[in-house]
């Protein structure tokens, strides 16, 4: 039962790289979400996902782009990464509009960027 | 723009004691998630809320919504240690794709 796997669960960067975080979801989900989480915040969508080939921003999307190009997985990349997206990210996954089901959460990545 | 605000912040509370948490919220949406987390692992689904006047118990915790108030409660009965987490509560969008997450309950139960 993997449910929602997100790799990799750790990562240091320096100011300036780019890194692709990768969510991948066995459960036939349609819709997909990357979230980001800080100290005192909350979650906060940075991009989300209703299905293959579709993308879409969430409340935080500056310096994060995201493909969708199977619909079992979900990208996130960080082009130019900077000492402010480091944080906690998490992937979600649910099966739509209609299910009434919770979104599925997968462990996290943490990302320190330098 | 939704806003969803949860209090208290931060809770510390004795065992066997009971308590309540609040999460209130700007729209008029009538689906709303509880969720647990634990230190450094990922969130977990407690509750699901689909309608006004909505409750579901699981265990010494119960979720209620009233839509009208725009609030929902979580409820800790006879609080054990095991609860020590931090709880979240999640307001689907008008758009219904997304959830707007409250900033979380910090609960530390003690004996």
């Known amino acids: 039962n993997a449910g929602v796997t997100q790799t990799p669960k750790f990562r240091v960067l320096k100011t300036g790289q780019s890194m692709t975080l990768l969510c991948a979801q066995d459960?036939?989900?349609?819709?997909m979400y990357w979230y980001r989480q800080d100290p005192g915040m909350g979650l906060r969508l940075i991009h989300y996902?209703?299905?293959?080939?579709?993308?879409a921003k969430g409340e935080v999307p500056d310096g994060y782009n995201v493909s969708r190009l199977k619909k079992q997985n979900f990208l996130l990349g960080l082009e130019s990464a900077a000492p402010s997206q480091t944080s906690v990210y998490f992937c979600?996954?649910?099966?739509?509009?209609?299910?009434?089901?919770?979104?599925?959460f997968g462990d996290g990545t943490r990302l320190s960027i330098l | 723009e939704l806003k969803v605000e949860q209090n208290p912040l931060f809770l510390s509370m004795q065992e066997g004691k009971n308590y309540t948490i609040y999460c209130n919220y700007s729209?008029?949406?009538?689906?709303l998630y509880w969720y647990r987390q634990d230190p450094g692992k990922s969130l977990e689904s407690l509750f699901v809320?689909?309608?006004?006047?909505a409750v579901k118990q699981e265990g010494r915790l119960m979720a209620s919504l009233d839509t009208k108030a725009r609030l929902s409660t979580l409820h800790i009965t006879a609080a054990v240690h095991d609860l020590s987490a931090t709880y979240f509560c999640?307001?689907?969008?008008?758009?219904?794709?997304?959830?707007?997450f409250g900033k979380g309950t910090s609960l530390l139960v003690t004996p």
């Open positions: 459960m036939n989900h349609e819709y």
């Open positions: 809320l689909l309608s006004n006047g």
């Open positions: 979600a996954s649910s099966l739509g509009e209609i299910s009434n089901q919770p979104q599925h």
């Open positions: 729209t008029t949406s009538d689906r």
């Open positions: 996902s209703v299905g293959e080939g579709t993308t």
């Open positions: 999640a307001v689907e969008e008008d758009s219904g794709y997304a959830l707007n």
